[in-house]
């Protein structure tokens, strides 16, 4: 043991494990380290070497007896009709059943959906009903032929630590330095700080920032193989990964009146974000408001404390990314995640610096016991440090409302993680400031390069020295890359008339030369009709703002229709009675043209109810459209995410929200209720150009 191993042991006894032995058993097993920890704990709380080695025996012993891999379920099951009972550590889900009015567990290695279990587990376990535990857990056969069921649950033990008190946790952090309590942290995720600089053991810590701050909101965005999604997959059993996002699944079921995830557990992490599904618009809506808040209504006011993790794969190159003047660091998120999404982000941690997961990087020394330290974290998310970080951190002009509520919450975690009791010298708060600044202001720029007015432009954030010096931070892969320092304001279409913006004058990326700015004419006023069927069609890519008006389907759609016999429509959601009336004056609208022959639609449904309505309204539309001798055919997939609109003639429209960007009214007697024109629109891109001509065809 070195130093810093010693003064472990002396603050924390029994709360420690040396790393290196949860290296020995985790590889070749899919348990989270968190359980073997708690079997580490339970048999090998010992210096002594020789005991140390029985009790990775103990342990290898129980995971051979009762931890089954995913292969094994058939002879596991096998065993316990043999025997009658037998105790298994696995992930345990509970499902209420609505036909059968009954509540079924699932043991996730075991194999079988339909295990009875009592009442009182998943009374006294909210989150075996929202996501599911690990557990100990004996199942028992049930020999009882008439029983629609051949397995039960007999007990259930969490595995989770029984006590903790916050109290000793500050106390033994009082005996350690910032440094060596950063270090110490390093190791408890099983890594050598030794080996690494000071910047990349932040990064490795502010992973661990939604774990402290409620309501936090994290992005990380970087290469595979560097860990992304440990932490929220198996540092804790209180933070769940999920792979898709629906509103009664992470926010609110009406039909069982109960919260979704957000209401149980501390993290709700996104895994590989750019492939996650976003089952319906109302979703992304409502995530806006509790990113902005920790609230949302869903007919009842909802608050929530859960922090939200977006982890995901990049994979351009970075200096090419800074360096682009058409594409930003954002680009492998959904295309649904707008900029009032992106805005709401607290920190970017820039994935592409964290190294690839390597034996070289791991410790033989002793860390927190992951249980241990997950529910030192649980606590400190009910603490709060933003009273502090108010008195003593002054920031910069630049800095707008979001980026200091951003900024200051960022703080406030690092706090929480770096001195839970105590407070920083002002240098190590100076240096948690501008770590704060820089993640920030990684999502700032971000949004000025997506965003092509100056909403977005005061990116230079910057924090005012104990000295009284302003200094401004940067990232470091962006700072000397114009285009995302000054990037090109793109010309809109409009009326032609120059309007200069803050920037005055902007690079023309075609020419290198400088002219005036461009903007779009304030269509919510004028409801301008010359872009209907009358202008000439051109590529165009602007943004329907949110309230706008003068965006009905022939304003956006009208002049690229001339001579149109076939239209192909892919929209993952048309499915609801309004999404399908949209489609009807979509179809209205491209009649009017006097060329259409055949219209083909491909979206996805959710469930065989889904089905049944959406079939007989699509086959009221196909009967109608062929009096018109339009031939309409649909078809379902399941995997769809994009949305667009192809025409024959080569155009494509591309429609962040599809079809289904206007308000629903709020009734049916006022302006805006028949006529699309005057009716408000939700925020969307729209992107329209050519297709190559090698893919003009529709199908």
Not at 136 to 144: R, Y
Not at 245 to 259: C, D, E, G, H, I
Not at 485 to 495: A, F, M, T
Not at 595 to 606: N, R
Request: glycine share 6%; proline share 4%.
């Amino acid at each position: 043991m070195d130093a810093l191993d010693t003064k472990l042991n002396e603050a924390f006894s029994g709360k420690v494990v040396r790393k290196d032995l949860l290296h020995r058993i985790k590889k070749g097993t899919n348990i989270p380290t968190f359980v073997l920890e708690f079997l580490l704990a339970k048999f090998c709380a010992s210096d002594d070497a020789a005991e140390v080695e029985n009790g990775i025996a103990a342990v290898l012993e129980t995971l051979q007896k009762n931890y089954v891999r995913p292969d094994e379920a058939n002879k596991a099951q096998s065993l316990v009709q043999r025997n009658g009972t037998h105790k298994f550590i696995d992930k345990v889900h509970v499902v209420y059943k609505e036909k059968e009015k009954r509540h079924w567990a699932e043991l996730e290695n075991f194999g079988s959906r339909r295990i009875a279990i009592p009442e009182k587990f998943y009374r006294d376990n909210d989150r075996l009903l929202e996501g599911g535990i690990w557990a100990e857990v004996t199942v028992a056969h049930n020999d009882v032929e008439d029983d629609d069921y051949a397995f039960a649950i007999e007990s259930l033990k969490p595995i989770q630590l029984s006590k903790f008190r916050f109290e000793d946790f500050c106390e033994g952090r009082l005996k350690f330095t910032r440094d060596e309590w950063l270090h110490a942290l390093i190791r408890s995720i099983g890594l050598e700080p030794s080996k690494m600089e000071f910047r990349l053991m932040m990064h490795f810590v502010a992973r661990f920032l939604p774990f402290v701050e409620a309501n936090y909101n994290f992005i990380e965005l970087g290469p595979r193989g560097t860990g992304k999604s440990y932490a929220f997959s198996e540092f804790s059993p209180y933070s769940t990964l999920v792979s898709q996002a629906s509103t009664p699944t992470l926010f609110y079921n009406t039909a069982r009146r109960a919260v979704g995830l957000v209401g149980f557990w501390d993290i709700v992490a996104f895994d590989e974000v750019g492939r996650v599904r976003i089952k319906d618009p109302e979703t992304i809506d409502i995530l806006k408001s509790y990113m902005a808040s920790g609230r949302f209504s869903r007919g009842v006011e909802i608050v929530a404390n859960a922090s939200l993790a977006f982890v995901g794969n990049i994979d351009n190159a970075i200096d090419q990314v800074v360096n682009s003047t058409q594409h930003d660091l954002f680009i492998p998120l959904p295309k649904e995640f707008d900029l009032a999404v992106l805005d709401r982000f607290f920190t970017f941690l820039p994935g592409w610096e964290m190294p690839k997961n390597s034996s070289l990087l791991l410790t033989d020394k002793y860390g927190f016991i992951t249980d241990y330290l997950s529910e030192a974290f649980h606590a400190l998310s009910k603490q709060s440090r933003y009273d502090y970080v108010n008195r003593h951190c002054r920031f910069g002009s630049s800095i707008e409302g979001r980026d200091e509520i951003a900024v200051k919450r960022t703080v406030s975690g690092l706090l929480k993680l770096l001195h839970p009791a105590g407070e920083p010298t002002p240098a190590e708060l100076e240096q948690y400031v501008a770590y704060a600044l820089e993640g920030r202001r990684r999502v700032k720029e971000q949004l000025n390069k997506r965003k092509h007015d100056d909403e977005y432009a005061r990116i230079h954030l910057s924090y005012i020295a104990q000295n009284g010096t302003e200094i401004e931070v940067w990232c470091p892969e962006s700072k000397d890359a114009p285009a995302t320092q000054n990037p090109v304001r793109r010309r809109l279409p409009g009326d032609g008339q120059a309007v200069p913006g803050k920037g005055g004058m902007t690079p023309d990326p075609a020419s290198g030369k400088r002219e005036e700015e461009k903007v779009r004419p304030a269509r919510p006023n004028s409801m301008v009709r010359a872009a209907n069927g009358d202008g000439e069609a051109v590529e165009d890519h602007y943004t329907i703002r949110y309230g706008d008006t003068g965006y009905s389907y022939e304003a956006v759609f009208g002049r690229y229709l001339a001579g149109v016999k076939e239209i192909r429509i892919e929209d993952p959601y048309i499915r609801a009675h309004h999404q399908i009336q949209n489609l009807v004056r979509f179809c209205e609208t491209a009649l009017r043209a006097g060329s259409l022959e055949k219209l083909h639609l491909v979206t996805g449904l959710d469930g065989d109810e889904d089905r049944k309505e959406a079939e007989e309204r699509f086959g009221m539309l196909r009967d109608s459209l062929a009096a018109y001798r339009v031939a309409f055919t649909w078809e379902y997939r399941e995997t769809m995410h994009d949305r667009e609109v192809r025409l024959d003639n080569g155009w494509i429209i591309k429609i962040g929200r599809g079809l289904d960007y206007f308000m629903k009214p709020e009734n049916w007697f006022m302006i805006g209720a028949t006529d699309m024109d005057c009716r408000p629109c939700l925020e969307t891109k729209v992107d329209i150009y050519r297709a190559p001509d090698d893919a003009k065809k529709p199908g």
